[in-house]
C-alpha cells in the first residue's frame, strides 16, 4: 500500500529521522510498513478505491508515461501546478504543500482515513498516537524473528549463575 501517505510518512519518520517536510523515504526501510493481518475485503476495497482516486486525480495534472526524470523537480519559478488540470506537473509540483491541488490533498485525506480503519476503528487522535501504534505493531510483526534468549546453563555445583 504505497499510497498510504500519512501513515507511511509518520512511520518512516520515526525510522529515519527525517523532517515530515522533507519528503525523502530511505530507500532501505521501504519494505519494513507493518500493513494488518486482518484485514477485511470490504477494508481492502475501500483503500484501493481511493488509492486509484488519487491516481486518477494525478493522472489529471500529469501526462502519461512520465518517467522518473519528471520527478525531480523544477525551479519554484516554472512550476506549473494549479487548481485546474495542466497535465504539465511533475510528482513534486504536486506534492508541494503550497501549490497541492485541493482535490488530491481531499483524494489522500480519505486515503489515509480508509487505511487507518484497516488498523482499528478508532480515530487516530495525532501522529504521534499513530506512529506509537505502528512501532507496537511492528514490534509484534518481528518478534517471532529474533532469536530466543538462550536458557542460563546450571554451575557444576547445581546452582545458576547470577544475572
Not at 499510497?3 to 525510522?15: A, H, M, P, Q, S
Not at 497535465?87 to 497541492?100: G, I
Amino acid at each position: 500500500m504505497n499510497l498510504c501517505v500519512r501513515t507511511r510518512k509518520n512511520l518512516f519518520g520515526g525510522f529515519s529521522g527525517h523532517s515530515e517536510s522533507d519528503g525523502v523515504m530511505r530507500i532501505n526501510i521501504d519494505n519494513n510498513f507493518p500493513w494488518p493481518q486482518n484485514v477485511t475485503v470490504k477494508q481492502r476495497a475501500a483503500v484501493e478505491t481511493r488509492a486509484q482516486a488519487v491516481l486518477d486525480i494525478r493522472a489529471q495534472f500529469m501526462t502519461v508515461g512520465d518517467d522518473v526524470r519528471s520527478l525531480i523537480s523544477k525551479p519554484k519559478s516554472k512550476r506549473l501546478v494549479t487548481s485546474t488540470p495542466t497535465k504539465s506537473a511533475t510528482l513534486a509540483d504536486l506534492y508541494d504543500p503550497l501549490a497541492m491541488p485541493p482535490a488530491l490533498a481531499q483524494a489522500h485525506t480519505e486515503l489515509d482515513r480508509a487505511a487507518d480503519l484497516c488498523y482499528r476503528p478508532e480515530k487516530f487522535e495525532s501522529d504521534r498516537q499513530r506512529v506509537e501504534f505502528l512501532f507496537a505493531l511492528y514490534e509484534k510483526l518481528t518478534a517471532p524473528l529474533l532469536p530466543a534468549a538462550k536458557p542460563k546453563r546450571a554451575r557444576r555445583n547445581g546452582q545458576a549463575r547470577p544475572s
